[in-house]
């Protein structure tokens, strides 16, 4: 069975850090491409970014760009998504989805993690 | 970047009854490759999304088949044959031609 379990959400200060992480299971996770897609308190669904199945390719939404890094480490099942210069716009719901092979977006969807950027 | 357009906003139905959703992107979906990679997503209070329909008609796998997808170019359709309780919730259509990847705001169904 696919899994896909984020976690590394949480409270945290305008202009502060966070890391998320995604831990799957139940596939061949080295084979497969990866999103993050983020979902506003009572909002619509945003990508945030892209990773391939070997972490080469990368690609951001304009409003993320220079502050967060996707990166995956296939020995440990894993992606992540690491958040700096955080404002309160980045509050949301942050959700690892897979790709399913032959570009099918998003296949599947882990439960997500929580972020609030607030003072 | 496309932009993505659904409508209605909502969409009360009655048990039983057929449902519809429009989705209409900016410029066209065909892919170069002569795929055409517009998805719709439900999302069920407090769930995350789900995959329901791929390349515009494909369901997925375990979606029913009162679910179907249609359309071509900029325009495509959801239709729900015969509404269900379970299927109240947030649709999402989403395009996945080019990157950034892109969401239609969503359209609540919800029974009368």
């Known amino acids: 069975e696919v899994q896909l379990v984020e976690s590394g959400g949480g409270l945290v200060q305008p202009g502060g850090s966070l890391r998320l992480s995604c831990a799957a299971s139940?596939?061949?996770?080295?084979?497969?491409?990866m999103n993050w897609v983020r979902q506003a308190p009572g909002k619509g669904l945003e990508w945030v970014s892209y990773?391939?199945?070997?972490?080469?390719?990368?690609y951001y939404a304009d409003s993320v760009k220079g502050r967060f890094t996707i990166s995956r480490d296939n020995a440990k099942n894993s992606l992540y998504l690491q958040m700096n210069s955080l404002r309160a716009e980045d509050t949301a719901v942050y959700y690892c989805?897979?790709?399913?092979?032959?570009?099918?977006?998003?296949?599947?969807w882990g439960q997500g993690t929580l972020v609030t950027v607030s003072s | 970047d496309i932009v993505m357009t659904q409508t209605p906003l909502s969409s009360p139905v009655t048990l039983g009854q057929p449902a519809s959703i429009s989705c209409r992107s900016s410029?066209?979906?065909?892919?170069?490759?002569?795929?055409?990679?517009l998805s719709w997503l439900q999302q069920r209070p407090g769930q995350p999304p789900r995959l329901l329909i791929y390349?515009?008609?494909n369901r997925f796998s375990g979606v029913p088949d009162r679910f179907s997808g249609s359309g071509a170019g900029t325009d495509f359709t959801l239709k729900i044959s015969r509404v269900e309780a379970e299927d109240v919730g947030v649709y999402y259509c989403?395009?996945?031609?080019?990157?950034?990847?892109?969401f239609g705001g969503g359209t609540k169904v919800e029974i009368k």
């Open positions: 989805a897979r790709v399913g092979l032959g570009w099918l977006p998003h296949d599947y």
């Open positions: 139940g596939f061949t996770f080295s084979s497969y491409e």
């Open positions: 990773i391939g199945s070997s972490g080469s390719a990368i």
């Open positions: 989403m395009q996945a031609t080019q990157f950034p990847l892109t």
């Open positions: 410029q066209s979906l065909v892919h170069s490759d002569g795929n055409t990679y």
């Open positions: 390349k515009i008609s």
